[in-house]
């Protein structure tokens, strides 16, 4: 019933178009910008494809669904009030990266095909996404930016984009793991991708 009420209140009021809208382009700017998570999705794509790179989006996905809810619920403050939590929290994160940098860089062409390769897993991409630093602040940041709107409807707009962006991020790697057979590009494309995967954890971990 609840849900039902919320979705009459939109229908018969503009004004509510607009907050939306706003929170859209918001969310697509703040939380679509490129991060370690959002990274890490288009650099795993291109490197293994897309199809073997799905498991590691939805941990992804998922994960980040998860700091929203930790950010909107006041679970945040109960976290920050360990002061040894957030320090952990990045040397995991900052770890993890850079294995999964290493394993793009080194990555060869068609990997995802080769017998055995190890691919990058859903635990890897869900604990990622809830060690991302930079998810937590853009998050808030949206969140907070719209209080026009009521907090289920947020909720669930916000979890949609989440979604919507990071299967772009996927798509626009995918379009890079067209050159498998061609080693030096296929090289050159990994080392991009890993470099850029370190630069911006950092850029997050330190801003």
């Not at 178009?17 to 794509?45: D, E, N, R």
């Not at 009521?150 to 979604?163: E, F, G, P, Q, S």
Request: hydrophobic share 60%; with cysteine.
């Amino acid at each position: 019933m609840r849900g039902r009420q919320v979705a009459e209140q939109i229908v018969s009021n503009p004004e509510l178009w607009q907050h939306l809208l706003a929170l859209v382009l918001a969310s697509t700017v703040v939380m679509g910008s490129p991060g370690p998570a959002t990274i890490s999705v288009a650099a795993v794509a291109a490197a293994f494809g897309p199809r073997h790179s799905l498991r590691y989006t939805c941990g992804v996905v998922l994960g980040t669904i998860a700091v929203l809810l930790v950010v909107t619920t006041g679970v945040m403050a109960v976290l920050a009030s360990v002061p040894k939590l957030t320090p952990l929290l990045t040397a995991a994160s900052a770890a993890y990266i850079l294995y999964l940098a290493f394993k793009i860089a080194v990555a060869p062409p068609g990997a995802a095909r080769a017998v055995g390769a190890a691919l990058p897993t859903f635990l890897g991409g869900f604990l990622l996404a809830i060690a991302n630093p930079k998810a937590y602040v853009a998050i808030a940041a949206v969140f907070a930016g719209t209080s026009d709107l009521d907090t289920r409807l947020k909720l669930a707009v916000l979890a949609l984009m989440i979604v919507v962006i990071h299967i772009l991020w996927l798509l626009a790697g995918a379009a890079f793991a067209r050159f498998p057979r061609r080693p030096r590009a296929s090289r050159i494309i990994n080392l991009i991708f890993a470099a850029t995967l370190v630069l911006t954890t950092a850029l997050a971990a330190f801003s």
